[in-house]
T-cell receptor, first 110, second 116 residues
Framework: QKEVEQNSGPLSVPEGAIASLNCTYS??????FFWYRQYSGKSPELIMF????GDKEDGRFTAQLNKASQYVSLLIRDSQPSDSATYLC??????????FGKGTLLTVNP | NAGVTQTPKFQVLKTGQSMTLQCAQD?????MYWYRQDPGMGLRLIYY???????DKGEVPNGYNVSRLNKREFSLRLESAAPSQTSVYFC???????????????FGEGSRLTVL
């Protein structure tokens, strides 16, 4: 069973701070890693993906991947109240199937 | 451009009743998926269809059947609903299911099902 683990939270940060969301995975053959954002009562939407070790930046978002440690993270700089949502880590494993973590609830306090 | 459309958005069933959740996408995607989302359990794949004419079981297929009616439509049927099937159901689509895919899924708005 391929597993993707996330802290359920809630993670609470003040407005303007950096929010750090973490994810570990069990399938060492995994190649592709994704972060989805899900607002309460809404459907998930893709915000970042990363394939290679290191950092990938897109605006205020940075995805970080360390395949040796089987660890992927999402940093949100200058957090805004509108970033308050559940963040889902998803991993495409060696069987090419996408497995989702249970999600981390982020709350950004004004 | 509607994207992925699911119907109904809300449904209440009694144990043992049957129903079909409908899903249609207008993005000409090859692959379609049905997920359920439960508190504390995340998104779990029920069934998927990599391309028109094919369907495969996901992580939690028991109690469900699917039909890929054509490239646009993928339905999920509960033959005899049970309280354990109370959940939010999401249909999703993607351009391809293969390893070359970006892994981006486009989700419908969800269908909230309650089985009493």
């Amino acid at each position: 069973q391929k597993e993707v683990e996330q802290n359920s939270g809630p993670l609470s940060v003040p407005e303007g701070a950096i929010a750090s969301l973490n994810c570990t995975y069990s399938d060492r053959g995994s190649q592709s890693f994704f972060w989805y954002r899900q607002y309460s009562g809404k459907s998930p939407e893709l915000i970042m993906f990363i394939y290679s070790n290191g950092d990938k930046e897109d605006g205020r978002f940075t995805a970080q991947l360390n395949k040796a440690s089987q660890y992927v993270s999402l940093l949100i700089r200058d957090s805004q109240p509108s970033d308050s949502a559940t963040y889902l880590c998803a991993v495409k494993g060696s069987n090419y199937k996408l497995t989702f973590g249970k999600g981390t609830l982020l709350t950004v306090n004004p | 451009n509607a994207g992925v459309t699911q119907t109904p958005k809300f449904q209440v069933l009694k144990t043992g009743q049957s129903m079909t959740l409908q899903c249609a996408q207008d993005m000409n995607h090859n692959s379609m998926y049905w997920y359920r989302q439960d508190p504390g359990m995340g998104l779990r794949l029920i069934y998927y269809s990599a391309s028109e004419g094919t369907t495969d079981k996901g992580e939690v297929p028991n109690g469900y059947n699917v039909s890929r009616l054509n490239k646009r439509e993928f339905s999920l049927r509960l033959e005899s609903a049970a309280p354990s099937q109370t959940s939010v159901y999401f249909c999703a689509s993607s351009p391809r299911e293969t390893s070359g895919s970006t892994g981006e899924l486009f989700f419908g708005e969800g269908s909230r099902l309650t089985v009493l």
